[in-house]
């Protein structure tokens, strides 16, 4: 059984940071492929950054520059460091993984970021 457990969400003001963490236990190839999604209230789910055991990461246009997605794949973990946070990035975000980038079906329980003065 794949599990996957984030950590770090919370209040911050804007132009404040926060770094996300999600550990994977379970099979050895369940994380392969790693990432996070968000979702805010009343939106659909939308994709944040994914990144593959070895290679690029790849970001949603409204985080580049200013959110980052690594992994210490010794420890199963992939973090996502967000700076310079808006309003618009209040949601519940979601770490998921995978065999592959095409196929990634775990998912984490999910961990509320609040970005409010």
């Known amino acids: 059984q794949v599990r996957l457990v984030e950590s770090g969400g919370g209040l911050v003001q804007p132009g404040g940071s926060l770094k996300l963490s999600c550990v994977a236990s379970?099979?050895?190839?369940?994380?392969?492929?790693m990432g996070w999604y968000r979702q805010a209230p009343g939106k659909q789910r939308e994709l944040v950054a994914t990144?593959?055991?070895?290679?690029?990461?790849n970001y949603a246009d409204s985080v580049k520059g200013r959110f980052t997605i690594s992994r210490d794949n010794a420890k199963r973990t992939v973090f996502l460091q967000m700076d310079s946070l808006k309003s618009e990035d209040t949601a519940v975000y979601y770490c998921?993984?995978?065999?592959?980038?095409?196929?990634?079906?775990?998912w984490g329980q999910g961990t509320q970021v609040t970005v409010s003065s």
């Open positions: 998921n993984a995978g065999p592959s980038i095409a196929h990634m079906p775990h």
């Open positions: 379970g099979s050895i190839f369940s994380d392969n492929a």
């Open positions: 990144v593959p055991r070895v290679g690029a990461a």
